[in-house]
């Protein structure tokens, strides 16, 4: 893929992070540069490893602050800690880590704070998320421990609200997934669109990245004059109000598949994870990739000296409308989106992994498509290759 997701990048977002890993990589401590998260051992405790990751909902937030102020639902708000708590227990759950504490940050501007007393029906919306959502993954046998965090007012530096979450987690080092990826591996793709058994109502698929561009090309640009304040650098350019349908979207409006949250994809994992130890053959399962930062390309991350070959299936809705309203080449469409695919789970083929990976798609009512294979590569950096029913796109 020579074009590097042009129109992202005319946004001011570096989609696949490569300025951020050229700049830290070297300062990092990782004893497992194979699995998906930056992992180190416990030297006073060993046998153990742990890991911290820091992320939330980005730029999504914008486009939930539209909707809210367009109907005064606060349900709107509630997304926002779906999607941090899915995008940094994901990421972790990919590498094994299936106990969890967590923190929060909210940054936020009252001063322009869109309505009266917002600052707490946004504490309050999360709150109430959050203590949901704790109970979902208890259920589910996580064990998570919530230590408070910090709502900062910002006047100078924030023009709405900031939402990130902290996981800190510890496992035994025999429980890591490492990405220890082998040629010949097969690579199976959950979906990101659907409805999965803990999921209320249709996802979209659009998880948590390229929420700058998506909102850019969809929103009503009259929001850019209505609330000056949500967009400071890309304005809304696009023709769909909150409420509007479009025919491509047979389940929701625009805005609703828009902001549809990230799937709790730790919840995937355990039941994968639990499906191949009741097998005995965890061994097997050599490697997880989140798709987030980098769209359809983030396996690249996993493993080492491997050519990732994937028979990517059709987009979901509204990934094709994004690009027809964005006028967005699809190569690019896979850099900065997941194209309905949202995780990525490498093992060996093998009947049995096969069994498994039917198991968790009949427990978690989530799709798997069987994408293709992990190739040997005699260079030690990965690449990609994505066939799509737009063209054959390779990640050089």
């Known amino acids: 893929m020579t074009d590097k997701t042009t129109r992202y990048a005319d946004l001011g977002v570096d989609a696949g992070k490569e300025s951020v890993r050229s700049t830290f990589t070297p300062l990092i401590n990782n004893d497992f540069p194979g699995a998906f998260v930056n992992i180190v051992r416990d030297e006073c405790e060993p046998g153990t490893v742990f890991t911290q990751h820091g992320d939330g909902d980005g730029s999504k937030g914008i486009n939930r602050l539209a909707a809210y102020l367009e109907t005064g639902d606060s349900a709107w708000l509630t997304g926002a800690v779906d999607d941090a708590v899915a995008m940094n227990m994901g990421d972790i759950a990919a590498s094994g880590f299936l106990w969890n504490t967590i923190t929060w940050t909210n940054n936020l501007n009252v001063g322009l704070a869109p309505t009266e007393g917002f600052k707490q029906t946004l504490m309050q919306a999360f709150a109430s998320r959050f203590a949901e959502l704790k109970l979902v993954y208890e259920e589910a046998g996580f064990k998570i421990k919530f230590l408070g965090g910090e709502t900062a007012d910002l006047p100078d530096q924030v023009s709405g609200s900031v939402f990130d979450v ?93 902001l549809s949250p990230t799937r709790q994809w730790p919840l995937v994992i355990k039941c994968l994870v639990s499906e191949l130890v009741e097998r005995n053959i965890l061994h097997m399962l050599h490697g997880i990739s989140m798709n987030t930062g980098g769209g359809a390309t983030k396996i690249g991350h996993v493993g080492s000296g491997i050519h990732y070959v994937k028979d990517m299936p059709p987009p979901p809705p509204i990934f094709k409308l994004i690009q027809r309203e964005g006028e967005v080449s699809w ?31 009949e427990t978690t009512h989530v799709k798997a498509y069987p994408l293709g294979i992990a190739r040997e590569r005699k260079d030690e950096a990965n690449v990609v290759t994505l066939k799509t029913p737009f063209g054959r796109f390779t990640d050089y």
């Open 331 to 361: 190569q690019e469409m896979y850099q900065a989106f997941n194209c309905g695919v949202g995780l990525d789970v490498v093992g060996a083929d093998h009947n049995e992994f096969d069994e498994a990976v039917r198991a968790v798609v």
């Open 166 to 258: 902290t996981v800190h987690a510890r496992e035994p080092e025999e429980n890591i997934i490492t990405g220890n990826i082998q040629p010949g591996d097969v690579i199976y793709g959950f979906a990101s669109d659907g409805q999965a058994a803990w999921e209320a109502v249709h996802n979209s698929g659009i998880m948590s990245n390229g929420l700058t561009l998506a909102g850019t090309c969809l929103g009503w640009s009259g929001y850019s004059e209505q609330y000056p304040n949500l967009r400071l650098k890309n304005p809304f350019r696009g023709r769909y109000k909150v409420g509007d349908t479009d025919p491509l979207l047979r389940n929701s409006t625009v805005f609703e598949a828009l």
